[in-house]
């Protein structure tokens, strides 16, 4: 098991960017796949990528795919998601989630460790 804690969410004019990290805590952070997941308010929780144990994999949502991308540094035992063009549709609670397998699943009910979320917001 380990602890997810997501920062770097804010207020951010549409076109630009911002970075949201995920610190782990816990010595099995490195042989988990980790997932980013967003949900907005009155929608259903959407898949926005994915990173395997070793960050040789990752998968992207349609809605971010070519805008959005994930990296991992488990030497820090941390994630990140590198957002760009942010679009005002990208306006949602942001959340990190741990499964504990190598392999990246795009189903948030296979993620077995979740964080608190972090809001990000984006102004038209």
């Known amino acids: 098991q380990v602890q997810l804690v997501e920062s770097g969410g804010g207020l951010v004019q549409a076109g630009g960017s911002l970075t949201l990290s995920c610190a782990a805590s816990g010595r099995s952070f490195s042989t988990y796949a980790l997932g980013w997941f967003r949900q907005a308010p009155g929608k259903e929780r959407e898949f926005v990528a994915a990173i395997s144990w070793n960050g040789e994999t990752t998968y992207y949502g349609d809605s971010v795919r070519g805008r959005f991308t994930t990296s991992r540094d488990n030497a820090k035992n941390t994630a990140f998601l590198q957002m760009n063009s942010l679009k005002s549709e990208d306006t949602a609670v942001y959340y990190c989630?741990?499964?504990?397998?190598?392999?990246?699943?795009?189903?948030?009910?296979?993620?077995?460790?979740w964080g608190q979320g972090t809001q990000v917001t984006v102004s038209a």
């Open positions: 989630a741990a499964r504990r397998t190598y392999f990246i699943s795009y189903q948030g009910d296979e993620y077995h460790d």
